[in-house]
Structure formats: structure tokens, C-alpha cells
């Protein structure tokens, strides 16, 4: 047998024409659920629903008309499948789905019109856990179904009544159940409600010390600034009220030591030689306290320019090699490979590099010091590289610290060329590091864009 759903395995009939076969409907329907493996709770749903649509079709189907009800298996969809077949007319098949609310108790509920008759189909999912329906199996529960005997009304009201107050027993089992989770459920809310207060609070506070402490580093900041500006002035009044007197020494030694002047015994001349070179020394001192000060002022401003390197390195090269007084030390520069143009100051990035060269020189016994430049299109990288004894790896910052100089490097200077270099570099747009190998000599790079005006 076949239709619209599929293959169909009818297994029982009846006919549906008194109120003793509403119960007889109500009894069958529960046994063929049980007979195809559906859960208990299921069987009572399916038998329900059964006997709602018995009662309204004995209450408005002529008492001569008879009611034909179908129970069968879709046994390849695992299907349990009940039809009542009826005569109806369309008034009545709308209310019927109106007045009837079984659709909730099957899996699927319809209601169509097959001349001359009217079909009621319900469906009901047969569980996994009942395994594959075998035709054999099938005409097992057929032949089941068809020797069971009929229970009185009164048999199947009683049962009918255990099964309410069963269900009714269940019911009261959930509603405890839901009111013992709602208390759970609103201990836990109070729980959550209480933490996120307690979070708040703390979110609060740390957000006014986050606020307080804003606050002191804007005041620090603006003290630092005044620290800064102040030490910035000292140093540029100091310098230029150090650089007068310390020139007008120079040019008194420098007369009395002068073959016109009066004669000087051997040790005088010697004195004076010392006052002159500690002079000059002063005199240096001042001259790179004026320029650090300057450089933290902001007041340096660039005259860009394109600048032809090679010519640079010329100049370097002649000025620089009278300081290479050790033979010891060569003094190397390479010309860059042309065409070695950069926008630059020609005057900063000129003090830059002889900055470096002297400290080369100074800190480098034997050996070489050498200046290199590379373009790579968008960066110049201008390298001096010396043989000297190197840095330790934690002082490699420190060196570009004012007045810092490495222990046990005595070079006679300041402190103050390597961090007046960085200042310079910054201006012109670069950077300036060290790379450097205990013992194994220092490199400087200063690392300019190949353009760059601000």
C-alpha cells in the first residue's frame, strides 16, 4: 500500500460510529504506539488526541454516516501514521482545525478533502531507540493488535484517569522543580548583582586613580619642562658669560709667550703653555655647552639644501687627517659612489660626521678609523667604523647621555659631542646608534632619508 507520504504498512482498522468506539480509539491508539516502540508520555499524546477527534466527529457527523479510522507504519521514515476517514463538510473541516487543538500533541496534523470523503492525518516520529521495523516485525504487532480485547468505557476512563493524575504528577514534579531553579537562579542573580556592584566600585576608584595620576605626570611633566627650560638657559648664559674670559686668557698666554715679548725662563713657559691648553680646554667646553644648549632649544633651523656628499667627504677628509697624529691609526674616508646627493644641512650633517671622526680618532689606538656611505634609494646610511677596544653591550645608550663617558676611557673631552650628534641627527629627520663588540671596535650609523625637509 502506497500514498502520497510514501510506503505504508496498514496494521489495524476500526470504525468509529458510538461513544463506547471513541474509547475503543483512545485504547488502540495508545496500543499501536506502544506496539511500534514510542515513549510513554508519547502513547498518551497520540491517544489524546485520538479521542478529541472522536468526540467532535460523533458530536457532528450524522449518526448513519460511518467514521473509518487507519492506523499504519511508514516503516522507511520511521513514521507512525493514523487516518480518519469522514464525511465533512467544508464548515465543519474548518472547525475542526478551529475548535481542536491536537496539533500540538502529534508531530504533524492535517486535515484535506478527498472526494467524496474527508481525511484526518496525524503522524507521529517512531524514536531511534525502537529500531528498524521489519515486515516481519510488523506482522507481529498486526497479529497482536488484532487478538487484543476490547476494554469497557469504564476500563479505559480508569485508565485514562491514572494517566491524568500521572501527568498531573509530573507536572507538580517540573513546577517544583522550575520554583527550586528560580530560587537557584535568583540567589544567583543577587550573587551576580552584588560582584558587579563590587566591580563597579573598583572600576570607579581605579578609574580615579587612573585620573589622579594623569593628572600628577601632567604636573611632572610641566615641571620638567620648566627643569628643562631653566637648566637650557644656565647653560647658554653660563657659556657665554664663561667665553669671554676664557678668551681674553688664551690671547694674554698667547702674547707672553710670543717671541716680541720679554724674555720667559724655561718654567715660566712652560706654565704659561699649561694655562693655554687648559684654556683651550674651557674654552671647548664652553664652545659644546653653547651648541647643546642651542640644540635643546628648538632654535636650530635647517637651511636645506641639496647637498653633493662627495664634496663633503673631501672636506673631511682634509681637515680631519692633520688630527690622525698616531701612526698607528689610519684615517680612511670612501668617497660614495655617484651620484651621492641628499637634502640636507650642509653645515649640521657636516659637524655631525667630524664629531664622530674625532671621537673615532680618540678612543682608537691602533688600527683604523673609516667613513663609508651607502643609499639603498630612500635612506643614506653613513657609517664610522673604528678599531678601537669597543663598548660594553649596557652602555651603548648610556653614551649618548650628557656628560656620560665610558669608565676607564679617558679621552680628555666633554661627554657632550655624542648626545650634541643625536640632537643634530633628529633635526635633520635621521637617527644615530651605536653597533659595537667589546674589543672589537664601535661603528656609528647615522641613518639619513635621501630627502627630507620639514
Known amino acids: 500500500m502506497s500514498d502520497q507520504f510514501g510506503v505504508v504498512t496498514p496494521l489495524l482498522r476500526m470504525a468509529l460510529r458510538t461513544e463506547p468506539d471513541v474509547f475503543l480509539m483512545r485504547q488502540r491508539g495508545r496500543e499501536v504506539a506502544a506496539a511500534v516502540g514510542l515513549e510513554h508520555q508519547d502513547q498518551v499524546r497520540l491517544a489524546t488526541a485520538l479521542s478529541e477527534i472522536g468526540r467532535y466527529l460523533l458530536g457532528v457527523v450524522p449518526t448513519p454516516?460511518?467514521?473509518?479510522?487507519?492506523?499504519s507504519v511508514d516503516a522507511a521514515r520511521a513514521v507512525l501514521a493514523v487516518?480518519?476517514?469522514?464525511?465533512?463538510?467544508?464548515?465543519?473541516?474548518?472547525?475542526?482545525s478551529e475548535v481542536l487543538a491536537v496539533g500540538r500533541l502529534v508531530d504533524t496534523f492535517d486535515v484535506e478533502r478527498r472526494d467524496p470523503a474527508t481525511v484526518i492525518r496525524l503522524t507521529r516520529r517512531i524514536p531511534p531507540a525502537a529500531g528498524p521495523l521489519t515486515p516481519a516485525q510488523l506482522e507481529v504487532v498486526r497479529g497482536k493488535l488484532g487478538s487484543s480485547v476490547a476494554r469497557t468505557p469504564l476500563e479505559e476512563m480508569a485508565e485514562q484517569n491514572e494517566q491524568l493524575l500521572a501527568a498531573l504528577e509530573q507536572a507538580r514534579a517540573q513546577r517544583d522543580e522550575l520554583a527550586r531553579l528560580n530560587d537557584e537562579l535568583g540567589e544567583t542573580n543577587r550573587g551576580v548583582l552584588a560582584l558587579y556592584t563590587q566591580l563597579s566600585e573598583e572600576l570607579d576608584e581605579t578609574n580615579r586613580g587612573?585620573?589622579?595620576?594623569?593628572?600628577?605626570?601632567?604636573d611632572r611633566s610641566v615641571q620638567l619642562w620648566a627643569v628643562s627650560e631653566a637648566k637650557t638657559r644656565f647653560l647658554a648664559n653660563a657659556s657665554h658669560e664663561l667665553r669671554a674670559p676664557v678668551t681674553a686668557i688664551i690671547g694674554l698666554a698667547r702674547l707672553l709667550v710670543d717671541p716680541s715679548s720679554d724674555p720667559l725662563t724655561d718654567e715660566q713657559r712652560q706654565q704659561l703653555e699649561l694655562i693655554r691648553g687648559s684654556a683651550r680646554d674651557l674654552l671647548a667646553l664652553v664652545n659644546d655647552l653653547l651648541d647643546l644648549a642651542k640644540a635643546e632649544s628648538?632654535?636650530?633651523?635647517?637651511?636645506?639644501?641639496?647637498?653633493?656628499?662627495?664634496v663633503v667627504f673631501g672636506q673631511l677628509r682634509a681637515t680631519v687627517a692633520p688630527?690622525?697624529?698616531?701612526?698607528e691609526v689610519e684615517l680612511v674616508v670612501d668617497d660614495p659612489e655617484p651620484p651621492a646627493v641628499i637634502r640636507s644641512d650642509e653645515i649640521l650633517l657636516t659637524q655631525i660626521l667630524r664629531n664622530l671622526l674625532?671621537?673615532?680618532?680618540?678612543f682608537t689606538s691602533q688600527g683604523q678609523v673609516r667613513m663609508t656611505a651607502e643609499s639603498d634609494g630612500s635612506t643614506w646610511t653613513l657609517r664610522v667604523s673604528d678599531t678601537g677596544i669597543g663598548i660594553p653591550t649596557e652602555l651603548q645608550e648610556r653614551i649618548f647621555e650628557e656628560f656620560y663617558q665610558v669608565p676607564?676611557?679617558?679621552?680628555?673631552?666633554?661627554?657632550?659631542?655624542?648626545?650634541?650628534?643625536r640632537r643634530l641627527v633628529t633635526i635633520l629627520g635621521g637617527t644615530l646608534h651605536v653597533e659595537s663588540r667589546f674589543g672589537e671596535g664601535s661603528a656609528f650609523v647615522v641613518q639619513l632619508p635621501v630627502r627630507s625637509e620639514t
Do not use: C, M
Not at 83 to 96: F, I, W
Not at 358 to 362: C, E, P, Q, R, V
Open 83 to 96: 487516518e480518519v476517514t469522514t464525511d465533512l463538510s467544508g464548515r465543519q473541516e474548518r472547525q475542526l
Open 65 to 71: 454516516a460511518r467514521s473509518e479510522v487507519l492506523f
Open 210 to 218: 587612573v585620573v589622579a595620576l594623569h593628572a600628577e605626570l601632567d
Open 323 to 327: 688630527l690622525a697624529t698616531r701612526p
Open 358 to 362: 674625532h671621537n673615532g680618532l680618540k
Open 298 to 310: 628648538g632654535t636650530i633651523e635647517p637651511a636645506w639644501s641639496d647637498i653633493e656628499l662627495r
Open 408 to 421: 676607564g676611557k679617558s679621552s680628555g673631552g666633554t661627554g657632550l659631542g655624542l648626545p650634541y650628534a
